[in-house]
């Protein structure tokens, strides 16, 4: 039977131990979650299949400065009938929504989880965006937030709010030209070069969306 002293030199030596095996089994997994999650990857993959160059450019995980700090936005989707800031949930069971409450709720069999009202979170990004695009005309960067998950509203929809389908059909009802083809390629330009450093697969993703984009409007 091991003393209490000999116990404690197995605890040190295995915490260790397992903090090394858990970042190295767990890297595959966490680090692309870290940059875009479930629901993130899913509103990318759609807006890449219906929304495409060179009347869109879509993208991902975006770090802005704001004022002393900084804001990251799930996905900015830039083209020549608005500059859509888009907030995303991945959310199931039913969701409770007022647009003037600060906090919306979620319900899950017999759990209950309130989170921050996303039309409110998704201002501070627009504000970004707006500051950062300041020479566009008023309204023309707008604030979108989409649910990707099963999640069920209880309540009205509050507007701005689309679940996946939804969201794919007010962009394409979204036909009124705000701007040019160079004035888009401006705005792209402007956001790439503000927006701070990403990493990892991101990275990869982002790098390919920019040549394909690019390549096609060259």
Known sequence: MATGHTMNQEVLFYIPLALVVGIVLGRGRLRPHRYQNRGEARLSRVAREHFKSPDYFLMNHITLPLGDGTTEIDHIMVSRFGVFVVETKHYKGWIFA??????????????????????????????????????????????????????????????GVFDISAFVDHIRAQRVEVMSANR?????????????????????????????????TS
Not at 132 to 159: C, E, Y
Not at 190 to 214: C, F, K, P
Request: charged residues 20%.
């Open 98 to 159: 007022n647009a003037n409450h600060a906090r919306w709720t979620q319900v899950l069999f017999n759990w209950k989880f309130r989170f921050q009202n996303p039309i409110v979170q998704n201002l501070r990004h627009v504000r970004a965006v707006q500051q950062l695009l300041d020479f566009l005309p008023p309204g023309v960067v707008k604030s979108i937030v989409v649910f990707t998950g099963d999640a069920q509203f209880r309540t009205p929809v509050p507007t």
């Open 184 to 216: 888009m390629q401006f705005c792209v330009g402007r956001l790439e070069t503000t927006r701070l450093a990403i990493s990892g697969e991101t990275d990869v993703q982002h790098v390919q969306n920019l040549e394909r984009w690019h390549g096609r």
